[in-house]
């Protein structure tokens, strides 16, 4: 009891513990974890596209309206990857800060049929996670001036954790030769880890989970994996697995797992976390590269 009554008056004092933590919207479960960590106790995420769902393809619900509706800061990836973004903030009248995430990432595009498409998977690379994290707590001082020393040092903490797992991500694709470096995956999603550790990613899908697959696409992985160039096969969390399944079956190759993309995984899945979800994949793709 005496400790409860301590613990109170410091809450009196410093007028922190008490009071309600503030309401703040992130489009979708990556970011939404992102938030939770530099925001801490002081601030209450909700996520619009939650855990294992696809955001490219995400039609907003009456319910975000409701949420954003209370929310003073609406976090989100930018980069195109939210289609519906525009028209849920036209729609609700949303007045509130809108944090973009990525703001300042050195994006890259791919060639989709013809098109240039900036990729917005910018996440898939720790370097830019620890840019997420400071425009987060940018974002976050300037609705909460009061909380911002919290927040800046919340992210600080925070970077070097995405730093220390960086280094080890790293490691872990050094210890690969580069030839094998090759991966076959859903969509498009892996752009950035490519280019930030050294990996191969080719899929039937591009940036968007919206674009069909054409024929040629899978035909051509079909035959990249018949002449063993390409033996690691994956299937994402998030999106349909039946186009790698189709080409693993056609070729006989063995399925390595899901990925976690675009999305976390549901607690106890072992990826709900953005942490645990780049430890997971890694966990997954080392061993895969490498024939095992
Ligand atoms: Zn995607």
Known sequence: MRALLATFSLALLTGTALAAPIPVVASFSILGDMVKQVGGDRVSVTT????????????????????????????????GFEGWFDRLVEATGFKGEVVTASAGVATHTMDED??????????????????????????????????CPSYESNAAAYSAQLGALDAEVKAAIAAVPETERKVITTHDAFGYFAEAYGVTFMAPEGVSTESEASAADVARLIDQVK???????????????????????ETGAKLGGALYSDALSEPGEGAATYLDMFRHNIGLLAPALEGK
């Open 48 to 79: 619009i596209v939650g855990a294992n769902a696809d955001t490219h393809v995400y039609e907003p619900k009456p319910q975000d309206a409701v949420v954003l509706g209370t929310a003073k800061a609406f976090f989100v990836n930018g980069l």
């Open 227 to 249: 002449a063993a160039s390409v033996k690691a096969l994956f299937v994402e969390n998030m999106s349909d697995p039946r186009l790698v399944e189709q080409i693993a079956a």
């Open 114 to 147: 013809g098109e240039k498409i900036t990729d917005p998977h910018a996440w898939q690379s720790l370097t830019n996670g620890k840019l997420y994290v400071a425009n987060i707590a940018k974002g976050l001082c300037a609705v909460d001036a009061e909380g």
